[in-house]
T-cell receptor, first 118, second 114 residues
Framework: DSGVTQTPKHLITATGQRVTLRCSPRSGDLSVYWYQQSLDQGLQFLIQYYNGEERAKGNILERFSAQQFPDLHSELNLSSLELGDSALYFC?????????????????FGPGTRLLVL | DQQVKQNSPSLSVQEGRISILNCDYTNSMFDYFLWYKKYPAEGPTFLISISSIKDKNEDGRFTVFLNKSAKHLSLHIVPSQPGDSAVYFCAASGANFGNEKLTFGTGTRLTIIP
């Protein structure tokens, strides 16, 4: 158990709909990352938040957005869903936003949310 | 553009033998490399890492080797155990201060045969 929780575990919805995925980081972790894993693909970095502020953006579509709340949990909002958005969405957390003087920060992953768009 | 490549989608190894998983990268700005292990229905779990200032890092049965000139790293598991059966992801990060996004390979499914 990594200490990172994600809800829901599974989500089935229709094209055009909007869903929200939720992530609670490990206790004490300030940085949250979102990744998408499509079929037979590696994990693709979407976005990072640190202490409530957006820190870095990756291959995130404009239809997707995220935020991190004062209690440090994060939500990933996916709208106007398409069939190709079906994937596993992982959240990860770390203490620091970057390696800085502390060296590389290990990211700890949640169990993921499996999204199926029909 | 796949900057981190794991060219073997699957690998089967006899229990007790050595498992060698390979990973190649193309971006010379990568300077930190990690291996994650993933069981079904779980998130990736950090296994071992290596900085580009080293060429080897060992942790119990797991050893990661880095060949910077070849832009290649490998994970050795000795001896292999049935519980090692999982998907292994290689990941890399670059020296872009402030951005610790990991770039992942597509994974290698390791099966340990009892």
């Amino acid at each position: 158990d990594s200490g990172v929780t994600q809800t829901p575990k599974h989500l089935i919805t229709a094209t055009g709909q909007r869903v929200t995925l939720r992530c609670s980081p490990r206790s004490g972790d300030l940085s949250v990352y979102w990744y998408q894993q499509s079929l037979d693909q590696g994990l693709q970095f979407l976005i990072q938040y640190y202490n409530g502020e957006e820190r870095a953006k990756g291959n995130i579509l404009e239809r997707f957005s995220a935020q991190q709340f004062p209690d440090l949990h994060s939500e990933l909002n996916l709208s106007s869903l398409e069939l190709g958005d079906s994937a596993l969405y992982f959240c990860a957390s770390s203490v620091e936003p970057d390696r800085g003087r502390a060296g590389q920060e290990t990211q700890y992953f949640g169990p993921g949310t499996r999204l199926l768009v029909l | 553009d796949q900057q981190v490549k794991q060219n073997s989608p699957s690998l089967s190894v006899q229990e007790g033998r050595i498992s060698i998983l390979n990973c190649d990268y193309t971006n010379s700005m990568f300077d930190y490399f990690l291996w994650y292990k993933k069981y079904p229905a779980e998130g990736p779990t950090f296994l071992i890492s290596i900085s580009s200032i080293k060429d080897k890092n060992e942790d119990g049965r797991f050893t990661v080797f880095l060949n910077k000139s070849a832009k290649h790293l490998s994970l050795h598991i000795v001896p292999s155990q049935p519980g090692d059966s999982a998907v292994y992801f290689c990941a890399a990060s670059g020296a872009n201060f402030g951005n610790e996004k990991l770039t992942f390979g597509t994974g290698t499914r390791l099966t340990i045969i009892p």
